[in-house]
């Protein structure tokens, strides 16, 4: 059975390896999932769980993984919203945990927008 | 939604909105008396009677990107169409409980499915609410309270992605645990 025990054998084991994360700073990289009713309904938490494996895999310590309420394009949910410091807001929608990982890499990790998931190429 | 574990996240996110510090979620099973609970209570800026005696109405919403809300009635829906029921209470300022009671073994009745994931999506977008995941099967409980990691973990952050895999292990392993199997 884990146990608090088994965390606190996690958190020597982090913070021996470690520097503490430096989340949220004005550096990181934002991905934010759409979790209002309607995104949810559509696979939103599946796709955020993916965004948090993929990220997690990879060992990225500047990408946090956010939510936000409505985002208004209810047919193209689950919708996702990628911010990359200095760079323009990039729209990814219709998204599945498949679609996950490529944008993790070429996106995120390689800064080449994965421009036949987002929205230009879903209108 | 086919299963509990999203109207739960779902309904969460209506107290995140509310600006809630602390959000406990209640998940009571009792195989004798056939029935399923979810609670989901808040600290959050809470509702107006107005608002609150319109809620369960599907063109009621606060929000301001389309007219109407979903989650409340979505709910409410699915406990009643098992032959459960249903209830909010709300006061401003103090916060918000809703309730809803399913038939346990009635045919339209969702599987409460991937609570593992839905804690780690909570968890992970609100590191700073305090989350309390209270689970019973008749006699047996399990509970998972994000203030008793915290003090585990002191300065190690609660999202980090090994403190992630333990949330949703604990939480699988003990379903399984209160499901009779190990
Ligand atoms: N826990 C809560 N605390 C305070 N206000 C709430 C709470 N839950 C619901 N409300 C109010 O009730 C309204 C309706 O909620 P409901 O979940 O049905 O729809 P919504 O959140 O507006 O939209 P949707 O759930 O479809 O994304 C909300 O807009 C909000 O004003
Ligand atoms: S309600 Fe569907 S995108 Fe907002
Ligand atoms: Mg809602």
Known sequence: ?123 | MNELSLHILDIVQNSVAARAKHIEIDVLEDKEKDRLEIRVKDDGAGMTPELLKNVTDPFVTTRTTRKVGLGIPLLKFAAESTGGSFSIESEVGKGTVIDAVFTLSHIDRAPLGNMAETMESLVVTNPEIEFTYKRQVGEKRFMLSTEEMKTVLGGLPISSPEVLMWVKDTVNENEKELNGGA
């Open chain 1, 1 to 123: 059975m884990k146990s608090l025990e088994e965390l606190k054998a996690i958190r020597e084991r982090v913070q021996s390896s470690i520097n503490i994360r430096n989340e949220g700073g004005a550096d990181s990289t934002r991905v934010v999932v759409g979790m209002a009713t309607c995104g949810i309904a559509a696979g939103a938490r599946p796709v955020l769980a993916a965004f948090v494996d993929e990220v997690a895999r990879r060992k990225l310590e500047h990408v946090m993984v956010t939510q936000t309420g409505c985002i208004g394009i209810c047919r193209l949910e689950p919708v996702v919203e990628v911010y990359v410091p200095g760079q323009e807001k990039v729209t990814y929608v219709k998204m599945t945990a498949d679609k996950v990982a490529k944008i993790v890499s070429d996106h995120i990790v390689n800064g080449k927008v994965v421009a036949e998931y987002t929205i230009g190429a879903a209108e």
